[in-house]
RNA sequence: CGGGAUGUAGUGUAACGGCUAACAUUCCUGUUUUGGGAACAGGCGACUCCGGGUUCGAAUCCCGGCAUCCCGACCA
């Protein structure tokens, strides 16, 4: 994409009321945008980030066996009642509508009830098990406090995966399949290093569920790690009793805050039996399906990544979920000849490129954009450069640059 | 929902109760530049959040509302 196109523009301060580094650093290079407290626009920068990490995930879930699909967005009463968490004095964060003729509707919440009763129209028989079905979706949660810029919003974009098998055991061996598919998700996105699986409440049928922290002082979780064996307890079910269970001792735990990137649930029958989601086994006898969720917030991410990369001129995002993969930097008399050139070559050959091609942009104010955009790979293409051989290239993270030739550019970014 | 703070050009700041609300940046014009947010000159851009009140006079003081941020509570 060239520069010149792409209508946001960088700002050299961040709006006061933005306290957040997330908000701060992804509203100064034009990713989002605020709507109101709690809700943000995607600008097309962030929306390539957004994309990028739902393409990651997706192809993690179908790797599984999952399937995906849309629940809509307008969820119904009845369905709702079905489980007791329509009324707001159980769930009092619901955004709820009226229809023309009456009809109370909420705004997707949450998607369990949804596919439950979804499936009650399709299950019937063990052959028909396992499922494992997932939606990337806006969710609508009226918090009565948004906090930390992107971070928990009041709209948020996230994917949600609903096992359901036929029995614990069934259950039990996609679970553990899924909390290694969730670490290779932080891998992938860079968070790898700083992403813990923690233990938390369980709820009905489970002692435990896990959540997935990554460490950072901008976390609202406080968790307790065990450096070795790679795990965590969350505060909130800190005790003696799990530290016994979990084979650790106070004196191995290091306490720090951390942010909920992702959590995973065995919900057993919770929701099949108010929706008498059942199925005949191969004798013939009804039984409840086992259910299990499995959530990641992708806006959540993108800021979390934010915190825990960004450095003190802008953003660094990992190649995986950068906005484009080459920030190519065109000046002087280059610009509209060698540098054209090779935006047009790398363009040709499937790379993104975000070609800052302004004619009246200096050349600091370039290196400071690119800096603040964060892309992994810099290329500059200027007549100083192809004085000294070819192309001046520097990795986001690296402090100087070198002259490289093309087909070393290209070697770099994995093409021939 | 309790507590605290703040609302002034797009953004960041300034202005004793008193002159045409100032400066920087963004943006526009021109000239000169072209490797770290360049220089010079000129210009556009504000019902000072909204509504009342006090006062000869309000961005400034008072009351109400709204908005935003922070702490806490809450968070399938």
């Known amino acids: 994409m060239r520069q010149s196109t ?28 605020k709507e109101m407290a709690g809700v943000y626009t995607l600008l097309p920068l962030g929306l390539r980030v957004a994309d990028k990490i739902t393409d990651i995930i997706k192809k993690e879930m179908n790797s599984i066996g999952g399937v995906e699909m849309k629940t809509s967005a307008l969820q119904s009463k009845e369905v709702w009642e079905k489980t ?3 009324d707001d004095a159980v769930v009092d964060n619901w955004f709820k509508t009226t229809l023309k003729n009456g009809t109370e509707v909420g705004l997707s919440f949450t998607n369990e009830e949804a596919y439950s009763h979804i499936l009650k129209d399709f299950v019937s028989s063990y052959k028909d098990l396992p499922l494992y079905l997932y939606d990337f979706k806006t969710i609508f949660r009226n918090e009565v406090r948004s906090k930390s810029g992107i971070m928990r ?13 036929k029995n614990k055991e069934e259950h039990d061996a996609f679970y553990e399949k899924i909390k290694d598919v969730y670490m290779r998700i932080y891998d ?14 369980g709820g009905t049928f489970a002692k435990y569920s896990h959540e997935f922290q990554t460490i950072s002082d901008a976390g609202e979780d406080t968790i307790y790690i065990d450096e070795v064996k790679k795990i965590a307890i969350n505060e909130e079910v800190f005790n003696d009793e799990v530290l016994v ?58 800021g979390t990544i934010v915190e825990t990369l960004s450095d003190e001129k802008g953003i660094v995002w ?50 400071a954009d690119a800096d603040l955009l964060g892309m992994s790979h810099r290329v500059v ?23 490289i030739t093309e087909s070393e550019l290209l070697e770099i970014l994995h093409v021939r």
């Open 381 to 403: 293409v200027s007549p100083r450069s192809l004085a000294s051989g070819g192309f001046e290239y520097k990795k986001r993270t690296e402090q100087e640059g070198r002259i």
């Open 318 to 367: 990992p190649e995986s979920v950068a906005p484009f993969t080459v920030q190519l930097i065109g000046l002087g008399d280059s610009l509209e000849k060698e540098a054209n050139a090779l935006y047009e070559k790398l363009t040709g050959l499937g790379i993104e490129v975000l070609f800052d091609d302004r004619i009246h942009a200096s050349a600091g104010e370039k290196f």
């Open 84 to 86: 007791n968490r329509w």
């Open 188 to 201: 992938t996105v860079g968070l790898g290093a700083y992403t813990y699986i923690t233990f938390a409440s």
């Open 245 to 302: 269970d979990l084979g650790v001792t106070k004196d191995s735990l290091v306490q720090k805050k951390a942010i909920e990137v992702g959590n995973i649930f065995s919900l057993g029958s919770k929701f099949s039996e108010p929706f008498e989601l059942t199925y005949k086994d191969n004798q013939g006898e009804e039984q409840l399906v086992y259910m299990g969720s499995y959530g990641i917030g992708i806006t959540r991410l993108i």
């Open 153 to 165: 919003g009041r709209e948020f974009y996230w994917k949600a995966l609903y096992s359901f098998s």
């Open 6 to 33: 792409l209508f946001t523009k960088t700002k050299k301060e961040a709006p006061k009321d933005e306290v957040s580094k997330n908000a701060q650093l992804l509203i100064r290079g034009g990713f989002i945008y």
